[in-house]
């Protein structure tokens, strides 16, 4: 896969431009003729002239404009010194009633008060801080949700905002929000280890896009908060992450630290990722909003690629509110992802169910939750089965590209264990079911080594083994359903193959597929064209605890978009 994704960028772009950039100890790519097919066979023929990282974005489609169509569209309107799009601006709310004075009560305020206190300054966001600050450090030991608490940089950000704030520099309804941003995300300074032992001391000197926005808004980094290795799961080199109302039960994955550090009041909100359920079952797990929005909705410059084609950005809250809040942020296009959108964004706090059409699978949607959906005046119509999609078994395509993604890495630490990539037997899976690990390669879990467990999901190699071993893996481990609301137990398992390319509707409006947790209960959209995110909003818990989630469906709220 690596090999072919550099005979494919050598046609694509010009072999003699990857010749100059060349990689010490590779041997140079052969000179490709022109005459199309028979120069990309040549080049095949070559060993790989550089490394692709894991950064490396493939070209999954025609991109006009390198920087792509979004980020182009953006360009020609300031050319023409007019904004592509309005983006919405957003109205903080007056505080009506007293202040909270007792911290944990600040603490579990959603975000959207939290905005309205520090606008009307009846707190100061260095206050905030501290309160945050205190939970995490007296918090993480027994939520393993963060995996570096960012102290003096919140305290600097934090006295900032206050500042601004005083001289009526007021950026807006994130200023001195402390938020945690999932461990994936490049943070300057900072480690960035992606959940991986071999990673924890790795700083990748830039800042992603998202922490740039968020920095840009006033925003107060705390936390960089625990993902799953490598985005599987909740279990990462110091542990798994737990959920905080139920301290036997792992908080689910692949965000975490973000469910968990959200959920249990120590950050305001914080910013996930999601390839495959990776936001939408920990806010399950977790009992808090959440919001999985269209592929290239949010930029991904400066994540872990999981898989370029899926991978995606959003804010996971204490309320509904709250994840349109952050949204409204974060959304737009940037060049250095060439999949983001330039797209408006629109929230109405009184927007009604009524008049909303949700599809619903008659087979797995909770029964109890589709009926409260009829008694707000949805109009709930079952889906019939997902049109057949030709090629590999669902997710298939996406193992490819987790291979591809963490080619050099996973070649690099075969070398070291001596584990032969060439000839990997065909994986079996584990017993008891699940999203296996070491098990399907018939290794034994090693906590001395760094690459158990979770280097060796199938996911990350399974391009390299037998295809149709492969794609029997995949099709018993991952049975979908193309639906819209749907039960769920765990980590998810996606929406579909690639629903962005064309498997679903798609509007022309820019409409949101979402994801919602509700205590083991998720609403899945899938851009079938309804033009709304559905999202959950959770109970009103205090503290930790070692009980269960409360009992009962949450009340619920809809956004809009344009």
Not at 285 to 308: E, K, N, Y
Not at 382 to 408: K, M, Q, T, W
Request: glycine content about 12%; overall charge positive; hydrophobic content about 35%.
């Amino acid at each position: 896969m690596f090999y072919s994704l550099v005979a494919a960028a050598a046609t694509t772009f010009g072999a003699d431009k990857l010749r100059a950039q060349g990689a010490t100890g590779a041997a140079a790519i052969p000179a490709v003729p022109a005459g199309g097919r028979g120069g990309a066979q040549q080049a095949q023929q070559g060993a790989p002239p550089i490394a692709l990282g894991n950064g490396e974005a493939p070209a999954l489609q025609f991109q006009a404009y390198p920087g792509g169509t979004g980020a182009l569209m953006e360009k020609l309107a300031r050319e023409r010194g007019r904004a592509a799009f309005d983006r919405t601006p957003w109205v903080v709310e007056k505080w009506t009633g007293p202040v909270p004075t007792n911290p944990e009560d600040i603490a579990f305020l959603p975000a959207h008060k939290l905005s309205s206190l520090i606008k009307e300054k009846k707190i100061t966001s260095v206050k905030l801080t501290e309160i945050y600050l205190e939970r995490l450090k007296r918090l993480n030991p027994t939520l393993l949700c963060a995996v570096t608490i960012t102290e003096d940089l919140a305290r600097a950000q934090a006295t900032q905002a206050d500042a601004e704030i005083k001289a009526g520099k007021y950026r807006g309804p994130l200023h001195g929000l402390p938020y945690g941003v999932k461990d994936l995300f490049a943070t300057k300074g900072i480690p960035t280890t992606w959940g991986a032992a071999d990673f924890a001391t790795r700083i990748i000197d830039e800042d992603a896009e998202v922490v740039v926005r968020l920095r840009d808004a006033g925003a107060v980094l705390v936390a960089k908060l625990a993902t799953g290795l490598f985005a599987q799961n909740d279990q990462w080199f110091r542990g798994r992450t737990n959920n905080p109302w139920n301290l036997s039960q792992g908080s689910s994955g692949s965000s975490a630290g973000p469910a968990s550090a959200t959920a249990a009041g120590c950050v305001a909100f914080s910013i996930g990722t999601e390839t495959s359920g990776s936001i939408v079952s920990p806010s399950t797990r977790c009992g808090v909003s959440a919001l999985r929005p269209t592929f290239g909705r949010v930029s991904r410059s400066g994540g872990m690629v999981l898989a370029w084609s899926q991978d995606r950005v959003g804010p996971i809250t204490r309320s509904v509110e709250d994840a349109a809040m952050v949204f409204n942020v974060i959304h737009g296009s940037d060049e250095k992802d060439p999949s983001t959108l330039t797209t408006p964004f629109q929230f109405d706090r009184n927007l009604k169910l009524a008049g909303l059409r949700i599809g619903v699978d008659p087979n797995g949607a909770p029964k109890e939750f589709v009926d409260k959906l009829r008694d707000l005046g949805a109009k709930t119509t079952e889906i019939g089965a997902r049109p057949a999609v030709g090629g590999a078994a669902p997710l298939g395509g996406l193992n490819s590209e987790y291979a591809a993604a963490f080619d050099e890495y996973v070649q690099r630490k075969a070398k070291e264990i001596g584990l032969d990539l060439n000839n990997l037997p065909a994986p079996t899976q584990p017993a008891g079911g699940g999203r296996g690990g070491v098990a399907a390669y018939g290794m034994t879990a090693n906590p001395d080594n760094a690459m158990a467990p979770a280097d060796w999901n199938p996911r990350f190699v399974s391009g390299r083994a037998n295809p149709a071993a492969r794609d029997r893996w995949n099709s018993g481990l991952h049975g979908e359903g193309d639906v819209q609301v749907s039960a769920s137990a765990g980590l998810g398992e996606g929406v579909g193959a690639d629903p962005h390319r064309g498997t679903h509707e798609r509007r022309s409006d820019g409409a949101q597929g979402a994801h919602a947790g509700c205590h083991g209960r998720r609403a899945r959209g899938t851009d079938r064209g309804d033009g709304s995110e559905r999202l959950i909003r959770r109970h009103d818990n205090r503290g930790i605890t070692k009980g269960g989630t409360p009992n009962g469906v949450p009340p619920f709220a809809v956004a809009r978009t344009a």
